[in-house]
């Protein structure tokens, strides 16, 4: 019960269909649906088991009439929603956000999204606490968004354009789907502001097409989707045989699909925005802080000061994490070699690789690529 009308619900009934394959072969009932048809029952259908995408108390109680075996596929959490539930967690998906735009030396944060969704307020009010844990104000708007079915998409975007005026600038905005991204970018426009110069754009990769189709392509923080798919089905077969299985599994993003829409660096500090540009454009080359130093005209001491100042971490912690950022996703988007993967990150050897790796991702590069690919 997945809607087949946005590219994460496509993504997540593929990683399904892989687990099928390999542990099945299972019979999938499936019929092309948007989100408000998924949740409607196939006449007269049988069958042993439900993965869907539970968003209300009411479809919940429905499904618990089945007396199926069911594993939902939602983000959103209620505590009337009891069944075992396969996730994406909010936190990490702001986190991930929230570094990407500190690394590019935003100070000022804010949210947009709609208002009568609840799922999608959930997910604003959580950036907001990362946001205010870090330190930093973030500003919220949740508009109409039933106005385009009511004919008022003029006033809601002049309300949405006059709220973009009204931030501090430059500012960043994380929103919920590229269909959000797509909407701050129309206000942005209409409010004469540039993107990403003055307004970067930071979404969900709910609907890659889109964000790839905007003007500017909309950065994304990108789900393990298919991943989730598997680790779902996964969930329900052992279910089926009547195990026991974790009330919550949790798969992590992958990393940050970086696009025009945030490709800037919001620092007025000149020698750390150079610093910064150089580091980016050799994620791929084996660099030191020396190397670094040769870009600005200031001492080590000053240098690292500003960047402790500005980001709360050292240019050899930044070379680094820009390399692990590089590292993790070409493990998790290629089948090039461990070896391979770090050689193309920055490392000059993989026995440099692995051990930081391990240290801030927790797991080893190979354990890192099995938990985000289904194959």
């Known amino acids: 019960m997945i809607e087949t009308s946005t590219s994460w619900g496509r993504r997540l009934i593929e990683g399904i269909t892989d687990y099928s394959r390999v542990f099945g072969p299972w019979t999938l009932y499936l019929e092309p649906r948007g989100i408000d048809e998924a949740e409607t029952f196939p006449s007269g259908w049988t069958g042993d088991g439900i993965i869907a995408r539970v968003r209300t108390p009411q479809y919940a109680r429905r499904l618990e009439r089945t007396r199926l075996p069911i594993v939902n596929v939602s983000g959103i959490v209620d505590p009337n929603i009891r069944f075992p539930r396969v996730q994406t967690s909010e936190r990490e998906i702001a986190q991930l956000a929230l570094d990407h735009l500190r690394a590019r030396g935003f100070e000022h944060f804010a949210y947009c999204g709609v208002a009568v969704r609840r799922y999608v307020a959930q997910r604003a009010h959580v950036f907001e606490e990362v946001v205010r844990n870090a330190g930093f104000d973030c500003h919220i708007y949740l508009g109409d968004s039933n106005s385009n079915r009511r004919g008022n998409v003029s006033t809601e975007l002049n309300a ?202 927790g797991v080893t590069p190979l354990a890192f690529r099995r938990l985000v690919q289904t194959q």
């Open 160 to 361: 949405r354009a006059a709220w973009l005026k009204s931030l501090p600038l430059p500012v960043a905005v994380s929103t919920f789907s590229a269909i959000h991204g797509r909407r701050v970018a129309e206000a942005a426009a209409l409010a004469g502001l540039n993107v990403p110069d003055d307004v970067a754009i930071i979404t969900v990769d709910t609907d890659d097409l889109i964000g790839e189709l905007i003007h500017p392509p909309l950065s994304a923080v990108q789900l393990a989707t298919e991943r989730s798919g598997f680790e779902a089905a996964r969930m329900l077969h052992a279910l089926m045989q009547r195990k026991k299985v974790d009330p919550v599994v949790n798969v992590p993003p992958l990393g940050i699909a970086e696009r025009q829409s945030t490709d800037v660096l919001a620092i007025q500090d000149t020698e750390i925005s150079n610093a910064l540009r150089f580091i980016r454009q050799n994620a791929n080359r084996p660099i030191n802080v020396e190397q670094v130093l040769e870009q600005v005209s200031v001492s080590r001491r000053v240098l690292e000061r500003r960047f402790r100042a500005l980001l709360q971490r050292t240019p050899a912690q930044e070379i680094r994490r820009t390399h692990l950022e590089r590292a993790k996703l070409l493990l998790a988007q290629t089948n090039m070699s461990v070896p391979e993967v770090a050689r193309a990150s920055g490392f000059t050897y993989v026995e440099h690789m692995i051990p930081l790796f391990r240290k801030h991702m």
